[in-house]
């Protein structure tokens, strides 16, 4: 059953009809997810930042007459559509039977949103244009003459603020109208005289061929531009290829000798942009210097060539301090709760007569790895997630792009890069898909190969500990308390990830010579306005859907690999476990890299989920050892140093953890997106070749040096 807005759950009339089918469409960044969540009562990932929504999303709604599915497309500035999300766009609209549109605008940048408004109502006249940031344009002093914008376009105007629900009742009142009044014949876009012409000789014949299905205006523009993609996408749909037609095929040739262009596609876009142009300056009332007065001021210092680098470093040091510094008492506390359970759970097992195996593979197996997981990265994700999603809300990640779009365009990359490198660090395999916005083919590819060098939120709660373990072994174990409150574990884990960042560029560079060669493109982005982040959404999006979900499916992952090492470290074959076995035969390999066999076997073992590696690892040192406070660090340290870790092992093992192949879902995503194995195992091998060679440097100059001192 589809969820349904609660608050337009009133409706009136019988709901025995077929729901009527509405898309909403929209630039990047305007609220389109916002007012759908609002309107259907799911719970779509909304965000201050453009390219979001890479994919459909469909719900329901009720208005009082009508029982609606609202499809929400991915953001796009034009339906001549050059990158995948803008493909999934046009195509839905013009294939996808939607009944109608919700044309979803800025109201503090409406110029730039009129253009694609345009070619909607093209394509589908039945569009009501909604004006979304009503009560931000207010607050900067714009006013919108609706009435008059209506006139223009010929086609119903709503102004809401997507956040304000009671404000939408006014849109589903419109949007009644629209669906049962007569079909609004919108003002056409005026083109140059002799395009114009070529649309007259073309629009009769069309009209002829296609009976109605599609506007005649827009299909005559659309086949003298010649777009193969939306071509193919025709013939499949009419089921023959229209150009082919005989009557369509000379009214072409007629239309082509009319025109006098030397390109079209500039001539379309030129004339789109000149008609919103025209309607903004006759709708629009703002004073520019007020309207984004703090933004500039606030950009002048985040996103200039001084301060732009610094501020970044600066900001993510603050968040892993805090992270870091937070965690750590309630990662204590968690862990003594927890493991005291499992001594409640031994005396269940002891009181109902359960066999040692049973215990073993349950309790000190599957529940011992899901009480490390749960202390170890329930903390710091309780706190890092609302502190990037603040950001994310506030409209800083799209700052970062823009600070980083020189580097990449020196790499032979795409900008927009940064921005799937920003979509990593909450999890890779939503880098991946989020890489749909770049247009590029080859500089998709290489977003897609290295979005695993940044490090996932199930990565961080391991560096974390990492950091702290290896400043342990530097420091000792009597700076235990010093350390957690120190700032200088958030400073190492601020330079890794810049380091990460930087690798990505590198091996983008490489990529960008080799394998996929080719020079960079360009690209717009949109700057987003600073927004006052609403805390209520981020604590219940940072916490709800992103830390419970990680948890959830790290958990999922931890307690059977949990079972497993139990097997492992209790099935014998001779006087060995078949886990010594197992990491005695990796140790060979594993030594070449400052690493031991339980440390690979770990990793290895983590692939369905790399939350799991420390957890793992540990209950396969647990098995020859007993750590007598799970969360206490001197103790974890005295553990690892009983099994033969020293400085290198920590420094290799972060290092490794930091560059590694990528979690089984990431894998599963590119191999989804590319349609290929063998991108797909170059996307696992190069994080972490670049891993084990950075290993292979630390273990092996370790050694010489210790050789000649």
Same mark, same amino acid.
């Given at each position: 059953?589809?969820?349904?807005?609660?608050?337009?759950?009133?409706?009136?009339?019988?709901?025995?009809?077929?729901?009527?089918?509405? $898309?909403?469409?929209?630039?990047?960044? %305007?609220?389109?997810?916002?007012?759908?969540?609002?309107?259907?009562?799911?719970?779509?990932?909304?965000?201050? +930042?453009?390219?979001?929504?890479?994919?459909?999303?469909?719900?329901?709604?009720?208005?009082?007459?009508?029982?609606?599915?609202?499809?929400?497309?991915?953001?796009?500035?034009?339906?001549?559509?050059?990158?995948?999300?803008?493909?999934?766009?046009?195509?839905?609209?013009?294939?996808?039977?939607?009944?109608?549109?919700?044309?979803?605008?800025?109201?503090?940048?409406?110029?730039?949103?009129?253009?694609?408004?345009?070619?909607?109502?093209?394509?589908?006249?039945?569009?009501?244009?909604?004006?979304?940031?009503?009560?931000?344009?207010?607050?900067?002093?714009?006013?919108?003459?609706?009435?008059?914008? @209506?006139?223009?376009?010929?086609?119903?105007?709503?102004? %809401?603020?997507?956040?304000?629900?009671?404000?939408?009742?006014?849109?589903?009142?419109?949007?009644?109208? !629209?669906? /049962?009044?007569?079909?609004?014949?919108?003002?056409?876009?005026?083109?140059? $005289?002799?395009?114009?012409?070529?649309?007259?000789?073309?629009?009769?014949?069309?009209?002829?061929?296609?009976?109605?299905?599609?506007?005649?205006?827009?299909?005559? &523009?659309?086949?003298?531009?010649?777009?193969?993609?939306?071509?193919?996408?025709? =013939?499949?749909?009419?089921?023959?290829?229209?150009?082919?037609?005989?009557?369509?095929?000379? $009214?072409?040739?007629?239309?082509?000798?009319?025109?006098?262009? @030397?390109?079209? *596609?500039?001539?379309?876009?030129?004339?789109?942009?000149?008609?919103?142009?025209?309607?903004?300056?006759?709708?629009?009332?703002? /004073?520019?210097?007020?309207?984004?007065?703090?933004?500039?001021?606030?950009?002048?210092?985040?996103?200039?060539?001084?301060?732009?680098?610094?501020?970044?470093? !600066?900001?993510?040091?603050?968040?892993?301090? &805090?992270?870091?510094?937070?965690?750590?008492?309630? @990662?204590?506390?968690?862990?003594?709760?927890?493991?005291?359970?499992?001594?409640?759970?031994?005396?269940?097992?002891?009181?109902?007569?359960?066999? /040692?195996?049973?215990?073993?593979?349950?309790?000190?197996?599957?529940?011992?790895?899901?009480? +490390?997981?749960?202390?170890?990265?329930?903390?710091?994700?309780?706190?890092?997630?609302?502190?990037?999603?603040?950001?994310?809300?506030?409209?800083?990640?799209?700052?970062?792009?823009?600070?980083?779009?020189?580097?990449? =365009?020196?790499?032979?990359?795409?900008?927009?890069?940064?921005?799937?490198?920003?979509?990593?660090?909450?999890?890779?395999?939503?880098?991946?898909?989020?890489?749909?916005?770049?247009?590029?083919?080859?500089?998709?590819?290489?977003?897609?190969?290295?979005?695993?060098?940044?490090?996932?939120?199930?990565?961080?709660?391991?560096?974390?500990?990492?950091?702290?373990?290896?400043?342990?072994?530097?420091?000792?174990?009597?700076?235990?308390?010093?350390?957690?409150?120190?700032?200088?574990?958030?400073?190492?884990?601020?330079? !890794?990830?810049?380091?990460?960042?930087?690798?990505?560029?590198?091996?983008?560079?490489?990529? @960008?010579?080799?394998?996929?060669?080719?020079?960079?493109?360009?690209?717009?982005?949109?700057?987003?306005?600073?927004?006052?982040?609403?805390?209520?959404?981020?604590?219940?999006?940072?916490? &709800?859907?992103?830390?419970?979900?990680?948890?959830?499916? $790290?958990? *999922?992952?931890?307690?059977?690999?949990?079972?497993?090492?139990?097997?492992?470290?209790?099935?014998?074959?001779?006087?060995?476990?078949?886990? *010594?076995?197992?990491?005695?035969?990796?140790?060979?390999?594993?030594?070449?890299?400052?690493?031991?066999?339980?440390?690979?076997?770990?990793?290895?073992?983590?692939?369905?989920?790399?939350?799991?590696?420390?957890?793992?690892?540990?209950?396969?040192? !647990? =098995?020859?050892?007993?750590?007598?406070?799970?969360?206490?660090?001197?103790?974890?340290?005295?553990?690892?140093?009983?099994?033969? +870790?020293?400085?290198?092992?920590?420094?290799?093992?972060?290092?490794?953890?930091?560059?590694? +192949?990528?979690?089984?879902?990431?894998?599963?995503?590119?191999?989804?997106?590319?349609?290929?194995?063998?991108?797909?195992?170059?996307?696992?091998?190069?994080?972490?070749?670049?891993?084990?060679?950075?290993?292979?440097?630390?273990? =092996?100059?370790?050694?010489?040096?210790?050789?000649?001192?």
């Amino acid at each position: 059953m589809e969820p349904q807005g609660e608050a337009f759950r009133q409706g009136t009339a019988s709901k025995k009809h077929a729901p009527r089918s509405i $898309a909403l469409a929209g630039n990047p960044n %305007v609220g389109k997810s916002t007012l759908f969540n609002a309107l259907t009562g799911m719970h779509q990932h909304t965000g201050n +930042w453009p390219g979001k929504t890479v994919e459909q999303a469909a719900g329901a709604f009720q208005t009082a007459l009508h029982t609606c599915r609202l499809t929400d497309t991915p953001g796009t500035y034009s339906l001549m559509a050059q990158s995948p999300d803008e493909k999934i766009t046009r195509d839905f609209l013009c294939f996808g039977g939607a009944e109608a549109v919700i044309a979803v605008c800025d109201a503090s940048c409406l110029e730039r949103n009129l253009n694609l408004v345009l070619q909607i109502l093209e394509l589908i006249p039945r569009t009501l244009v909604c004006v979304n940031l009503m009560d931000e344009a207010e607050k900067r002093e714009i006013q919108i003459d609706l009435h008059a914008l @209506s006139r223009g376009l010929g086609v119903p105007v709503i102004g %809401v603020s997507a956040r304000n629900r009671q404000s939408l009742y006014a849109l589903t009142e419109a949007l009644d109208k !629209l669906l /049962d009044g007569p079909r609004p014949v919108p003002a056409p876009v005026p083109y140059p $005289a002799s395009l114009e012409a070529s649309i007259q000789l073309l629009e009769p014949v069309i009209q002829r061929s296609v009976n109605g299905l599609f506007p005649a205006r827009w299909l005559a &523009l659309r086949l003298l531009e010649e777009d193969a993609s939306l071509e193919a996408g025709l =013939q499949d749909y009419l089921g023959y290829d229209l150009k082919e037609e005989p009557s369509v095929r000379q $009214a072409l040739k007629e239309a082509h000798a009319v025109l006098n262009t @030397s390109s079209l *596609s500039d001539t379309i876009a030129e004339s789109l942009l000149s008609q919103a142009e025209k309607l903004a300056c006759q709708t629009v009332q703002a /004073d520019p210097d007020k309207a984004r007065k703090t933004d500039r001021f606030l950009d002048q210092i985040l996103t200039s060539r001084l301060f732009g680098y610094p501020a970044m470093l !600066l900001l993510l040091a603050l968040i892993l301090w &805090l992270t870091i510094a937070g965690a750590n008492y309630p @990662s204590r506390l968690l862990s003594e709760l927890l493991f005291r359970f499992q001594d409640v759970l031994t005396s269940a097992f002891v009181r109902l007569g359960a066999p /040692d195996w049973l215990h073993g593979l349950l309790v000190e197996g599957a529940y011992r790895v899901l009480a +490390w997981v749960v202390s170890v990265m329930l903390p710091p994700m309780a706190i890092f997630f609302p502190l990037f999603t603040f950001l994310e809300d506030m409209g800083y990640l799209p700052r970062i792009a823009y600070n980083l779009d020189h580097a990449f =365009q020196r790499c032979r990359s795409c900008g927009k890069q940064a921005l799937t490198l920003c979509m990593s660090f909450g999890c890779n395999a939503v880098g991946v898909t989020g890489c749909r916005i770049i247009d590029s083919p080859r500089e998709r590819m290489i977003a897609m190969l290295t979005a695993s060098f940044v490090p996932c939120n199930g990565r961080f709660p391991a560096l974390i500990t990492l950091i702290t373990l290896l400043m342990l072994f530097l420091a000792g174990t009597d700076s235990s308390g010093a350390l957690v409150f120190s700032a200088v574990p958030a400073l190492l884990l601020a330079l !890794l990830i810049a380091a990460a960042v930087g690798t990505a560029l590198l091996v983008s560079s490489l990529l @960008s010579i080799t394998l996929l060669r080719g020079l960079p493109s360009s690209f717009t982005l949109e700057l987003p306005p600073y927004r006052r982040p609403q805390t209520g959404k981020i604590l219940v999006r940072s916490l &709800l859907d992103r830390t419970l979900f990680v948890l959830g499916r $790290a958990i *999922s992952a931890a307690a059977p690999a949990g079972a497993l090492i139990w097997v492992l470290a209790n099935v014998r074959i001779g006087d060995a476990s078949l886990l *010594s076995l197992c990491a005695g035969a990796l140790e060979p390999f594993a030594a070449l890299f400052g690493l031991d066999g339980v440390i690979l076997l770990a990793f290895i073992l983590g692939l369905p989920a790399n939350e799991t590696v420390i957890p793992v690892m540990l209950a396969a040192y !647990l =098995q020859q050892g007993v750590l007598a406070e799970a969360a206490a660090l001197p103790n974890l340290r005295e553990l690892l140093v009983s099994q033969g +870790w020293t400085p290198v092992t920590a420094l290799c093992t972060l290092v490794f953890m930091l560059f590694h +192949w990528p979690c089984a879902t990431t894998l599963m995503t590119v191999r989804k997106e590319t349609g290929s194995l063998r991108w797909t195992l170059l996307a696992a091998v190069l994080p972490a070749a670049v891993g084990l060679a950075l290993c292979f440097l630390i273990a =092996q100059g370790s050694a010489l040096l210790t050789s000649v001192f």
